[in-house]
């Protein structure tokens, strides 16, 4: 039940069927979350989806290269075997990012998927995190790997690790019905808060909480989940995070409390 609630083809069904009242009680581990999806409550945990560490550092390039492409994006625009038309796949704004922009010389947008897809967003001041079929999808997860400020056009997402990432500062969100609007709301950006927005992409504990390295690391994506399941345990008011903090003290609880980290770690294996 858990997995046909979040697969698109199931979902219907299941939202008619109703949610397991266990399911209700549940704290939910799941990507980049929908604000007022039946499947989610307020306890649900949202991450990111695994981008391979590994292979993104094998197509890093000099840190000094320059950002020469303004607005980037490679992806569908149009879903032809299920929606030709567009007005219902990404609600209309991948249609209208298009349209609106294909022949903008500021937009290095299309559909194709080059070889040189990681070197092009190291080379790119903006990269476009529209929504498709779910309100999320890799490319956000990429953009802040590699400095490339992401522009959310998804009006309910829900983004992961607030506490580790402050997508407010780093990103850029424009509404869906304000695609239109998409050159003029970028090129008014003044230039000290994209240099702003920049610095802070760069720093190495933001792109670490969006990876899942091999074996786990400090801060990696892994122990925010941690962070967040320990948020929800009967811990002594001390252990959880204060202003300023990013990792919790797992270990000064009572006796007590530490059982079920062993269960959660094997869970989360």
Same mark, same amino acid.
């Given at each position: 039940?858990?997995?046909?609630?979040?697969?698109?083809?199931? #979902?219907?069904?299941?939202?008619?069927?109703?949610?397991?009242?266990?399911?209700?009680?549940?704290?939910?581990?799941? !990507?980049?979350?929908?604000?007022?999806?039946?499947?989610?409550?307020?306890?649900?945990?949202?991450?990111?989806?695994?981008?391979?560490?590994?292979?993104?550092?094998? @197509?890093?390039?000099?840190?000094?290269?320059?950002?020469?492409?303004? &607005?980037?994006?490679?992806?569908?625009?149009?879903?032809?075997?299920?929606?030709?038309?567009?007005?219902?796949?990404?609600?209309?704004?991948?249609?209208?990012?298009? #349209?609106?922009?294909?022949?903008?010389?500021?937009?290095? /947008?299309?559909?194709?998927?080059? !070889?040189?897809?990681?070197? =092009?967003?190291?080379?790119?001041?903006?990269?476009?995190?529209?929504?498709?079929?779910? *309100?999320?999808?890799?490319?956000? &997860? +990429? $953009? &802040? /790997?590699?400095?490339?400020?992401?522009?959310?056009?998804?009006? =309910?997402?829900?983004? *992961?690790?607030?506490? $580790?990432?402050?997508? #407010?500062?780093?990103?850029?969100?424009?509404? +869906?019905? =304000?695609?239109?609007?998409? =050159? !003029?709301?970028?090129?008014?950006? *003044?230039? #000290?808060?994209?240099?702003?927005?920049?610095?802070?992409?760069?720093? *190495?504990?933001?792109?670490? $909480?969006?990876?899942?390295?091999?074996?786990?690391?400090?801060?990696? $994506?892994? @122990?925010?989940?941690?962070?967040?399941?320990?948020?929800?345990?009967?811990?002594?008011?001390? /252990?959880?995070?204060?202003?300023?903090?990013? &990792?919790?003290?797992? !270990?000064?609880?009572?006796?007590?409390?530490?059982?079920?980290?062993?269960?959660?770690?094997?869970?989360?294996?």
């Amino acid at each position: 039940m858990i997995f046909q609630c979040f697969l698109l083809s199931q #979902e219907e069904k299941a939202i008619k069927r109703g949610i397991l009242p266990l399911l209700q009680r549940a704290t939910l581990v799941q !990507t980049f979350g929908q604000r007022n999806h039946v499947c989610l409550n307020e306890g649900s945990i949202t991450i990111p989806p695994y981008a391979p560490p590994e292979k993104m550092q094998s @197509h890093l390039i000099p840190p000094d290269t320059p950002r020469s492409i303004f &607005v980037y994006f490679r992806g569908l625009f149009y879903d032809v075997n299920n929606d030709p038309e567009g007005g219902y796949y990404a609600r209309g704004a991948r249609a209208s990012i298009w #349209e609106n922009f294909k022949n903008n010389p500021l937009f290095d /947008i299309s559909t194709d998927h080059p !070889t040189t897809y990681y070197e =092009d967003m190291q080379r790119a001041v903006f990269c476009l995190c529209p929504l498709g079929w779910a *309100p999320w999808s890799p490319r956000l &997860v +990429e $953009a &802040v /790997i590699f400095g490339c400020i992401p522009v959310i056009i998804a009006d =309910d997402i829900v983004l *992961p690790f607030a506490d $580790a990432i402050p997508w #407010e500062q780093i990103g850029v969100f424009v509404a +869906e019905k =304000d695609v239109p609007y998409l =050159d !003029t709301i970028l090129t008014s950006i *003044p230039v #000290e808060v994209v240099l702003r927005k920049q610095r802070l992409l760069a720093n *190495p504990s933001m792109k670490q $909480a969006m990876l899942f390295p091999q074996p786990a690391q400090s801060g990696d $994506a892994f @122990h925010q989940i941690l962070n967040g399941l320990a948020r929800k345990l009967p811990h002594d008011k001390r /252990i959880f995070l204060k202003p300023g903090e990013k &990792v919790l003290n797992w !270990t000064a609880g009572p006796v007590g409390d530490l059982k079920p980290w062993f269960v959660v770690w094997l869970l989360l294996k």
